[in-house]
């Protein structure tokens, strides 16, 4: 009877292993494989579990914009980037500080460029301190600026530009002027949901004043942070979300509307077809959660 047992439980034993060996393979795979579309000759788009990457060739090896959650996925984009562009990876950006962004940084080797504005290097360096240690730290941002800085590297211009407060107080969004495109970061979520990061300086009344900027900038493609690859329509219905939302959180405070109304009741109509983002135990990012960070917003609460 005991060894009954004893081997009924290392049969279960091995084969909830085995399924947890399968479930972990699973995600692995979810997480390094990656889409690739071509934007132009010279451009792509990399986009998997944490968004999307942009990379760039460049007779003077690749330009990488964003490297995604994990260092094992920094190491697949960087792999990639160097397949398709037959170059090593000179320099990486950073868009903003989140770690959908920049956790990958470390798949990267020491030393290369890493450019991000000075307050996104600030935000890595308080916000996310416990990541940005020891070995990690070799791969923080060590060029940074406040508004504009342009890089010229194999033919190419690269040009970074800080439009405003939005998604954090941070963002970036990277021109490529040859190639006609921008990667806007997370400034714009396409047909998703997005983050607002009150906490790190974001906001949603400036954030549609932020995008008049980038629209200032000459392109025909726009790379969001997550969603597909778009232009300037798909971006102008984002700034409309934006717009709406900005109402939502006015009318709130107009009428000393509370939390859960507010919620219930909004006159929100420019999210159809949004999809949310959800990470089970960890995020998620829906209809309600930007409704109520237009709450807390508006009513400073
Ligand atoms: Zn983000």
């Known amino acids: 009877m005991k060894r009954l047992f004893k081997r009924l439980f290392s049969t279960l034993f091995l084969g909830l292993l085995a399924a947890g060996l399968a479930v972990v393979g699973w995600v692995y795979l979810q997480l390094t494989t990656f889409d690739v579309v ?47 562009t037959g170059q090593k990876v000179a320099v990486i950006i950073n868009t903003h500080y989140h770690s959908d962004h920049t956790h990958g940084n470390p798949g990267f080797p020491e030393g290369i460029r890493v450019v991000s504005t000075a307050r996104t290097l600030e935000h890595l360096q308080t916000r996310d ?23 010229r590297i194999g033919g ?30 997370d400034l714009f979520f396409n047909k998703y949901y997005p983050n607002i990061d009150l906490e790190a ?13 980038v629209f200032k900038l000459p392109f025909e493609k726009v790379i969001p942070g997550h969603g597909e690859l778009s232009d300037s329509v798909g971006m102008a219905q984002f700034q409309d979300f934006l717009n ?4 939502v959180g006015e009318t709130a405070t107009g009428t000393g509307a509370g939390l859960t109304e507010t919620i219930e009741l909004a006159d929100f109509t420019e999210d159809e077809g949004y999809r949310e983002i959800y990470v089970p135990f960890i995020l998620r990012y829906d209809r309600a959660f930007v409704l109520k960070r237009a709450w807390e917003e508006f009513s400073g609460k």
């Open 156 to 185: 190419k211009t690269v040009s970074m530009v800080h439009p405003g407060r939005g998604h954090t107080d941070g963002d970036l969004v990277v021109h490529f002027a040859e190639d006609k495109a921008i990667h806007a970061g």
């Open 38 to 84: 071509k934007v132009t000759d010279d451009l792509f788009m990399l986009s998997g579990l944490g968004g999307n990457v942009a990379v760039l060739r460049t007779d003077e090896g690749a330009v990488v914009v964003d490297t995604m959650n994990f260092g094992f996925q920094g190491t697949k984009v960087r792999q990639k980037a160097e397949e398709l």
């Open 201 to 213: 300086g974001g906001s949603i009344r400036q954030w549609t004043s932020t995008l008049d900027q």
């Open 129 to 151: 301190a416990g990541f940005w240690q020891d070995e990690a730290a070799g791969l923080l941002p060590n060029e940074t600026f406040r508004d504009v800085k342009v890089i």
């Open 244 to 247: 709406q939302l900005v109402e």
